[in-house]
């Protein structure tokens, strides 16, 4: 893949934005490979992603800043620029089931996961030797159900450490601190196993079998301090019937789960997500 | 299609019932034509469909029903039996929305609709030419919102007064009162535009769109005295993305709600499902 | 809905394009309310469609034209501007079966179709009556199999006579002769009962029932003279399995034929589609 | 999982059969926990499983055949049985590419897989490191382009070393030659990466990129010597645009692949599919 640069703007919407954007690039002999735009008028506001072939640019990202600022200013941008050959660190949280975590590994593999997995961090020692497989550190936090504190403050200094862009829960079964989701907002991706908002909180395939559902689902979202409740990346679903009993929903329900964290994930690793109000807007 | 019996048994599990209710329809050389079973595990009750070709009994209802008496009484089951040949009379509800009460009038029209309708009630004046065109009588039951009693008072009486098996609520809009909702248990058939238990309630596709969801949905349920709670008999979703306006949605959800509703209105004519404790059986 | 006007482009890939266009509408004020672009890596070529707020500009099209064409001979571009105003006359062909048309008549009927239906034609008169509810002019040309040249050439002088913009066959089951799908290409529209290429040609769901499918699908296709190969618009599937009929695929596969060609007129419709080398790029 | 008894039949229809089989499980006290049932009015045969407690029966399965055979003859069957608790040996075939292998190495790591994996054959080495991670023995049979049949000579005598009850192509990208396919006839399973019949052959994303289709698939089947033509076992489809080139074609697809294939494989490990004239009954 050709190495690119991504520039990412949320801005109220007015006209011209797109004009000076890629007049600016063009100016500079900016090969834009891949453009999306949206234009919100519920809430006035504009959101747009560029691809730019980086050899096209006589910029590094931070010539790149300096250039651009005055255009942002100018549209009060919220705005960001990425660079596709600066690969995001990826640090996976997980508890004792393999499926997520497993998914991801392999996909990170066979090089189909845009983004380097620098560490798993995990509170039981299950999955360690098929994460030392490839070659990534696995660090055992056991979580204290009388005192989660200590636990957390490991975590947290865990992925300073690792200097992660982005963490996954991919099933790690714990509800992290306020203050951790906080901290990292916007950085923290989980996958909740049904089709939020149906069957938010604890054991959810057992809501689902409960109340009789046609459909089983599994939500890629942000973590937010209001558990659940974050801004969704990606859903899908598959269908059951009565005679689905709850370990059959369970095992099914794995293949829906992998497949809209990774989707979710990559879209975000691609930096193809905006955040913005609780709800996302996703350029795949 | 030929004409058939319908045989659809719910009872405690044990050894032995298929082997009896085969004998049963063997022993008078009924030919099967369709047979479903489920043993749930976790209630430990069975249920069982069968279609028999009606020229293969030496029966009439009646008389099928005198001979399976003991058995049925044997087993403790829940039963009926049902003839193809007697289509079963429909009241379609509707308020001023077309979609779904154009696709079931279609479906009649075409004969791809396993039952009659024999009338339609609304609560608008809207949909009256389109249903005359059908040959089918309109009633208009205009509902005072201050004082709702005497409109639904009318209603019972007209699906009395038309003996109808089945009552649809085409996107009626009116909650129907609790006494109606009990005299007709698992005869009145809703659609609501959201896959439940998302967004029960209100304005359903304006909830999705404030919470951001990535796929929208409807649900066929049989109506209960807990609005929106009752047995699912089928549900579907749909993709939709960011670029998607509440408009859209309710747009694009028209398509998932006449499939959801004309699919379970379906099964329920043909016997295929079996209401058990808040849950369905839906034999496809 | 407001009005807008829909700037089509296709032109080969190169720097500035994006920002030439756009800045030639920031120039003149020009409210992009929707935007979507594609550079295709394999074939060099670029692809882009702009919905502009009419109000926003100070043009009507035909100065709107005047103004763009030095920009447009400058990129090489193929390129139209149409007023979202100005809906597109459709004429409808059928036979006998009265799913599709029905279907799309109804979506007119609601305002839901982004266009206007002047006319239907069709080779049988069974459908007459349901066309002329909705106030539509009903044309029977009846096909004689063994001289249809004399039918076709009264279809051609219809399409003529009505000025259509597109023309569907909404299951018309004949093959229309090369002369007229050349004479409109781009301009008519398909709906074939399978998941092309699979199953082209006569009796799809025999074919598929013979090679024992598990999923059945619809596609619809710009009609060419080469048979069920002209350019996909749109395709979708629904699960079946062996308990399935032909006659259950036939009527399970209409759900599918009819949200296909719905959607992939609306594509249409909505100048959503360009064709390019017999594949289409669809700007949802 | 209790431990089943699978009884599995195909016979000419006529009046009796179940009554008949379900008669002789009652007499011995079979408590039956899953029954299917499909008759065929096209080809007049009837196929049906059922899913027997083994601690409800007095036999092992020799006891059961003899005990069962006079009926197996009284209508002709086609039969089998098995018992869940004898899990079937898989043998393995993969080339260089993983990601079908490591999702059935997944699967069968958790126990999600009613079988073993006993062997893993490939032409190349690349996968060696992921099969013994698993201690599952690993061989390397490289294919001569110029004489394939030592290569072949020595597949067919490590299948039968390992007498594998099935072989599953897991993107093994040989051809198999057809004395192999008819000695193992519905005993060798192949993922096929298209929605087939389209695309059959070599390249068959290359194909669907060619073409334009909007959906890409998979296809689990039987192996025979018609090369693409063996009975289907399951498909599935996802939805792309013409934004995705051929790599996210082939990146995309392999989603569907693995998910194909290991359904498909999970019917046939838990004799759920019967075969019959090149199609398949699945009951799932």
């Known amino acids: 893949m050709e190495r690119t640069y991504r520039l990412v703007i949320a801005c109220p919407d007015r006209v011209g934005i797109v004009a000076k954007v890629t007049t600016f690039l063009a100016t500079y002999n900016g090969w834009i490979t891949e453009a999306s735009h949206h234009a919100d008028p519920a809430n006035g506001w504009f959101y747009m992603r560029n691809e730019i072939r980086a050899s096209s640019l006589p910029f590094d990202l931070d010539s790149f800043r300096i250039a651009f600022e005055p ?67 696995y660090h055992l936090v056991k979580v204290d159900s009388k005192d989660k504190a200590p636990a957390f403050a490991e975590v947290e200094s865990l992925i300073d450490q690792y200097d992660a862009d982005v963490v996954v829960l991919a099933r790690y079964m714990q509800i992290l601190p306020s203050g951790l989701c906080a901290k990292y907002e916007g950085k923290i991706i989980n996958i909740h196993h049904s089709f939020l908002p149906s069957f938010a909180g604890a054991k959810p395939y057992h809501q689902a079998y409960k109340r009789g559902v046609k459909l089983i689902g599994a939500t890629c979202h942000y973590v937010t301090e209001d558990l659940d409740e974050g801004p969704i990346i990606e859903q899908d679903v598959r269908r059951i019937n009565h005679s689905d009993t709850i370990e059959d929903m369970v095992r099914l329900g794995r293949d829906v789960e992998r497949q809209v964290l990774s989707r979710g994930l990559l879209y975000h690793l691609q930096d193809r997500v905006i955040v913005h109000e609780n709800k996302t807007i996703v350029f795949e």
Do not use: Q
């Open 71 to 137: 255009i942002a200013n100018e549209f009060e941008m919220r705005w960001h620029i990425a660079d596709s050959a600066k690969t995001k660190k990826i640090v996976l949280m997980a508890s004792k089931e393999s499926h997520c975590l497993a998914d991801l590994l392999h996909r990170y593999h066979t090089g189909e996961l845009d983004g380097e997995i620098v560490a798993v961090i995990a509170n039981h020692d299950d999955l360690r030797r098929m994460v030392e497989w490839h070659s990534i550190p």
